[in-house]
């Protein structure tokens, strides 16, 4: 079974981070629904609406979080190798993803 791949711009990603970042029963594991499916699910159908794509349901916005998640996850890895290597601090690793600094909520 195939999945669609949907592509973003950088515009697209930063709004998609942005309305990620609003429904915080997603991502705050301290949110008081974080542990609702009911609320989950509701989130992920309100931020399809927001979003405004059409066939970016509530699967694909959960693949696309957790690609979004991944990569910057292994972004921050190379920085903090980057740091530990007793390299000065020129050469530390930056990363070149428009939307990396978005994502530090998490």
């Not at 992920?44 to 979003?51: D, H, R, T, Y």
């Not at 405004?52 to 190798?81: C, F, M, S, W």
Request: aromatic share 12%; hydrophobic share 35%; glycine share 6%.
């Amino acid at each position: 079974m195939s999945q669609k791949v949907l592509k973003f711009g950088s515009g697209d990603l930063i709004k998609f981070i942005e309305i990620y970042r609003s429904h915080e029963c997603l991502w705050d594991t301290e949110n008081v629904n974080y542990k609702n499916r009911d609320a989950r699910s509701a989130a992920l159908v309100a931020f399809s609406q927001e979003f405004g794509v059409d066939g970016l349901g509530p699967k694909e916005i959960t693949n696309k979080i957790k690609n979004l998640r991944t990569q910057y996850h292994a972004e921050r890895k190379k920085i903090k190798d980057s740091m530990s290597t007793g390299s000065g601090t020129a050469d530390i690793y930056k990363s070149k993803l428009s939307w990396y600094n978005l994502m530090d909520f998490f």
